[in-house]
Structures are given as C-alpha cells and as structure tokens.
T-cell receptor, first 114, second 111 residues
C-alpha cells in the first residue's frame, strides 16, 4: 500500500487553465503539506495543514488554494496557470510537527505549463 | 526563522570513495535533524535522523552526528556505490516553522 499517494504523476496543460492535484495519505497522520520543487531541486514549503486547519501558508500566489476535506486528504487547486508554475509538486504527511517528526512524501506531480 | 545550509553540488566521486556532505543549521532551541534522499524520478525518503545533541543517526552505511557546538549534521559514508547517486537534503524540525530543507546536494557516483 502506498503511504502517500498523489495524482496525477504528470500534468501538462496550457497557460490560463485551472487544474487540481490530489493527495491522500493512509498513515493516520494529522499533518499534511504541499512542497514545490523547482528545476534546481530547491524545495519550498507552500502549505501545511494540521487536522484540516491551515497552519503554514508561505508566500504563494492566491491562485494556489489548498483544500482539505478530511485529515487524510489535501488537494491543491491552481487557477490561471502560468509558465512559472511548472515544477514538481510534492505532498507529504507527518504525525504532528514536534521533535523527531518524520515526514513521508508522495512520488510527486510534474506539472508542465505550455 | 530556521534555516539549513548545505554544500552545493554536484558532487562527483568514484565508486568506493569516502563521502562527506556538509550541513549546518540555524534554529532556536533544540531542533531535530534529518537527512532525506531523493532518487531520480522519486519522492523524498528519510535516510536518517537525530533528535538531540551528540546523537548519531545511521542507515545504509550513511552516518551523521548531531553537533550542537558547531550546529552541524554532516553526512558521511565510508565507501559509496553507484546506487547512492541521488539528491541529498539536510532538514530540521524546530519551533513553529515545521520541516525546513536545505537546497539539496546532487551526488554522482561514477563506476
């Protein structure tokens, strides 16, 4: 069983479109994250949710809107896609954010905006 | 806020060479420290971790020791293999910032 699964794995779309990436974890964790990894492999946290409540919201355009229908899911919706949104997006989860907390990552979604 | 600095790559070594990837951090209090590895086309996996000063994390022949006096968590392996080629991320958890990553070090091992 995949612990953190995200779909789709690849997403190619045109500028201006709206798209969603889904993430589900079956680990029973209470905290979920979205990270963006650029072409240089830099990882930047975008959002963090704990028990369906937003706890970290880094400076990202408001075109990005996370939605957490329940503790096991954190979906990422992106409006009006731009070329600069092309990247690999990773979902992750952890049990809390305390000392020693390990995060488990999905396989990533490679988004290409053309 | 917290921050992690690690040596930039790519780091290219021959098989069986000794590996060191440096990592230093800035954080308040007593963070937990991690090394994650990302193999080509995959997500990040935890490689090892240490939760308090002088702890040594180890896994798959890799080791790192939590040095509070030098705020460092350098990754070492005595004899690398081609299969170790990947991107390695140093990270920490501390305070309200959640999991903070370094910029990653691309390691290339040549046969």
């Amino acid at each position: 069983d995949t612990a953190v699964s995200q779909t789709p794995k690849y997403l190619v779309t045109q500028m201006g479109n709206d798209k969603s990436i889904k993430c589900e974890q079956n680990l029973g964790h209470d905290t979920m994250y979205w990270y963006k990894q650029d072409s240089k492999k830099f990882l930047k946290i975008m959002f963090s949710y704990n028990n369906k409540e937003l706890i970290i919201n880094e400076t990202v355009p408001n075109r990005f809107s996370p939605k957490s229908p329940d503790k096991a899911h954190l979906n990422l919706h992106i409006n009006s896609l731009e070329l600069g949104d092309s990247a690999v997006y990773f979902c992750a989860s952890s049990q809390g954010q305390g000392q020693g907390t390990e995060a488990f990552f999905g396989q990533g979604t490679r988004l290409t905006v053309v | 806020g917290n921050s992690v600095t690690q040596m930039e790559g790519p780091v290219t070594l021959s098989e069986e060479a000794f590996l060191t990837i440096n990592c230093t951090y800035t954080a308040t209090g007593y963070p937990s420290l991690f090394w994650y590895v990302q193999y080509p086309g995959e997500g990040l996996q935890l490689l090892l971790k240490a939760t308090k000063a002088d702890d040594k994390g180890s896994n798959k022949g890799f080791e790192a020791t939590y040095r509070k006096e030098t705020t460092s968590f350098h990754l070492e392996k005595g004899s690398v293999q081609v299969s170790d080629s990947a991107v390695y991320f140093c990270a920490l958890v501390g305070g309200a910032d959640g999991l903070t990553f370094g910029k990653g070090t691309h390691l290339i091992i040549q046969p």
